[in-house]
């Protein structure tokens, strides 16, 4: 028996089985589905979430879902021109657009077929060709000077037919993040078409080259998260100089990578549990990155990649310290949840919501969801009488829970390959592995694979198979997980963020298993 902060628990080793095949578990008259035990155990995941982002696609037509879409719909910039945004996937259960989940899409794709090729090159042809979708997408929504559809809310299918009453137009928006990411994909997309296709590899290095120089000039006040833009910067510069050999786009990131150290907390803070190595929004204010800000693993994957390839010695140390300091960090929060070794959700400083406060929000409304706030906090696990770390995400409205551990799933298996640190890679296994089935309900969350599939929210079509929701989410006040049989958006609504980064893990974990 283990006896875990969260209960006790029987737990067994089956590290030293080594055969392969398909198995059941038996104890007593409890007999456990068919799973299967190699080398590669997530190779129907990859097809299933291929299958997932296909029948995501907008702006042709998908067998059995929908016939050619939104060809009405404009982005629209503010000196008055337009551009139908009919492309790409439709972000998530209703039929949106974004063009940061479309660069994660591609850039996920892109890995994910790099690390299936030598094993099954016609997989790795599709997974590119889905690259190359989302990847013409950016390419030909881009107004040429920084302006793009970076966030387009859309819940209606349109008539096709440009004039109709049905028009839809959602204004284009300069946003440093957006353009960096959208670089990042761009320059990755020249580096894996350059020998299948040089005229359109040359297209996505030409607008990467762009899009990464809007994307350093961000507007004064717009960056709310310093180290996920940075992280933004230190990949999209990256994988530039990975596509031209320049030093000078390392060059240009470097004071980003200092501004990123800075923003870590270095020291341990708490007083009846301590953490460090973790994020801060920014140098000075002591608050750490919550659930406002999704994009964690860009910070990760930015400091990784940027600290492998830096000519400057000095700063080259500084940021694999910091990588480090922050891979203590997960090994450190693995252990709340034991023996689950569920990422918990954020730490939350209490004052925080009052960050959040709507214009039109009275003093007594205020006041009655600073309560409900404290309440939920602190049914977390105390650090000090600041600051709160919660289990499962605060109950905002509908909210799901996948993206934190996904996230830092998503680092620590980057880290685990760089670092030549295996625990790490075990931990980003066990994000899969809760997602996959292996929590409270039994329940596998990615539609069609595993089971106990609960049929998950999409509101404009049918059940995607390869889809993962935006997550288990927690009940009422409560610090506990809570998968309820209703189907709602958003926890159960099907989301191409968490499933491009459960195929990017995916994909790190298939490298690795190669390289051993």
């Known amino acids: 028996e283990e006896v875990a902060p969260i209960g006790t628990f029987t737990v067994m080793d089956f590290t030293p089985f080594q055969a392969e095949g398909m198995f059941r578990l038996r104890i007593g008259d409890a007999v456990t589905e068919p799973f299967r035990v190699d080398a590669h155990p997530f190779d129907s995941a990859f097809a299933k979430a291929l299958n997932y982002f296909a029948q995501e696609r907008c702006g042709t037509a998908v067998d059995g879902v929908h016939e050619i879409c939104h060809l009405n719909v404009f982005s629209r910039h503010p000196d008055g021109r337009r551009l139908s945004i ?44 889905e690259a190359r979708w989302g990847l013409q997408w950016l390419l030909r929504t881009a107004f040429g000077d920084g302006y793009r559809p970076c966030w387009t809310q859309l819940s209606v299918w349109t008539r096709n ?151 400057d010695k000095a700063l080259r140390t500084s940021c ?62 105390k650090m000090d009488e600041r600051r709160y770390l919660r289990r499962m995400p605060v109950p905002k409205p509908g909210m799901g829970y996948f993206l934190p551990p996904l996230s830092r799933a998503k680092i620590a298996a980057e880290a685990s390959g760089c670092l030549g640190e295996n625990d790490l890679r075990e931990l980003a296994v066990r994000q899969l592995e809760w997602i996959l089935g292996l929590n409270p309900f039994s329940s596998s969350c990615v539609y069609g694979e595993g089971y106990n599939c609960h049929p998950l929210y999409v509101a404009f079509s049918g059940q995607f198979t390869g889809a993962v929701p935006c997550g288990i989410k927690s009940f009422g006040d409560d610090d506990a997980p809570y998968w309820p049989t209703a189907i709602n958006s958003i926890y159960k609504e099907v989301c191409v963020t968490p499933t491009a980064l459960f195929l990017w893990i995916m994909s790190d974990l298939e490298q690795r298993s190669i390289n051993c």
């Open 320 to 381: 694999f310290t910091a990588l480090r300091r922050y891979c203590d960090y997960l090994r450190a929060l693995a252990k709340i949840n034991a023996p689950y070794g569920l990422l918990p959700a954020h730490i939350h400083d209490i004052n925080e919501i009052q960050d959040h406060r709507p214009a039109n929000m009275t003093d007594e409304q205020m006041a009655e969801a600073d309560a409900h706030w404290r309440t939920q906090l602190k049914n977390g696990v």
């Open 86 to 129: 009919a492309g790409g996937w439709h972000d998530a259960g209703d039929l949106s657009q974004s063009s940061s989940n479309t660069s994660e899409v591609a850039l996920s794709a892109m890995a994910a077929a790099a690390a299936v090729r030598a094993r099954d090159p016609e997989l790795a042809d599709r997974l590119l060709a």
């Open 161 to 311: 037919i440009e004039g109709a009453p049905d028009d839809v137009f959602r204004d284009a928006a300069r946003r440093s993040f957006s353009n960096l990411e959208t670089a990042a994909a761009e320059a990755k997309g020249a580096i894996a078409f350059q020998s299948i296709d040089p005229y359109f590899a040359d297209w996505c290095l030409r607008s990467a080259i762009r899009d990464f120089k809007f994307g350093m000039d961000p507007r004064e006040n717009e960056i709310s998260c310093w180290p996920e833009y940075c992280g933004a910067a230190l990949l999209a510069a990256s994988t530039l100089y990975d596509a031209t050999g320049d030093g000078e786009y390392l060059r240009q990131a470097a004071p980003l990578a200092q501004r990123m150290l800075a923003c870590q907390q270095t020291t341990p803070v708490g007083d009846t549990f301590r953490l460090s190595g973790y994020f801060n929004q920014d140098e000075t204010s002591g608050r750490p990155t919550t659930h406002n800000n999704e994009r964690e693993h860009i910070t990760g994957i930015g400091l990784i990649r940027f600290a492998q390839r830096t000519q």
